[in-house]
């Protein structure tokens, strides 16, 4: 099951009802998506589908978020993504920054075998400053001059590329992978270790000499939400202890946490925890 709404897209080439007839590599779909905010695509897995597609796509503007086996990621351009045909997903365009973004649907056994071969079983691979975008190019150029007499060598030509790009993505996910641990323990660290409830992206993308979009991608990788969610939540286990123990009034609260008002603080405290710091504390007597 599949809703897709996609805006405007270029598409590249489209297989049509002959898709999966080539049970050894089939590409579904190749095109290129125009920043649109409404666009959006989630598809519904069934693991004996055998005409299910994987997904590469490489951001070239804008931002989007992907969720996938309860975990979400927020991509930027230069970042690539990879969703495996067996995993139901759903991706999109952030509404106030929408992304613009090159991609092939494809799937067969080829694919099925190199993908298994290289590890890359997960729902979902986001990986940051990615060299794939060239990739993808060269096949869309392939499919741009396809037709009835050089259809079988132009598959075959795109099949190798594809192959290409499986590798190139498996080699620069493993780099993704080391280097991701230690700097988003490291980030985790940096906000662990602040005395004050007022550290923002800003501050960690200054400090660790890092794009936000990126910092965003690696932390999310490693602990399955954002710096900012994170920060949010540091800061309502502190309200919870203090309204607990009585220790401060609801504005001094706002103050120590870095609130912008009591009534920013109340109103982000009753979101995340379902009542208003007054009941809460009530609650806890």
Sequence with gaps: MSRIVHGIVDFIYRAGAEYGTNSVF?????????????????????????????????????????????????????????????????????????????????????????????????????????????????????????????????????????????????????????ATVSTAEKIKDYIDSGLAYNISLDDIAQHFYLNKSYIISIFSAKYGYTPKQYILDRKMQAARTMLEENMYGVSEIADILNFSSSQHFSSAFKKKIGVSPDEYRRFAR
């Design 26 to 178: 089939s590409i579904e779909s190749a095109g290129v998506n125009v920043p649109f905010a409404d666009y959006l695509v989630e598809r519904t897995r069934d693991k004996a589908d055998t005409k299910s597609i994987y997904v590469f796509e490489y951001v070239t503007a804008g931002k989007g978020h992907i969720e996938c086996d309860g975990k979400k990621w927020t991509v930027g351009a230069g970042d690539f993504y990879f969703l495996n045909r067996l995993h139901s997903h759903l991706y999109y365009s952030d509404r106030q920054d929408p992304y613009g973004k090159i991609w092939i649907n494809a799937g067969g056994r080829l694919l099925d075998g190199v993908i298994n071969a290289y590890g890359l079983t997960d729902g979902a691979l986001v990986i940051p400053n990615s060299q794939t975008g060239g990739l993808i190019e060269r096949i869309h150029a392939l499919l741009r001059s396809i037709d009835a007499e050089n259809s079988e060598a132009t598959m075959t030509e795109c099949a190798k590329v594809m192959c290409d790009l499986i590798i190139t993505a498996a080699t620069e996910h493993r780099k993704v992978q080391k």
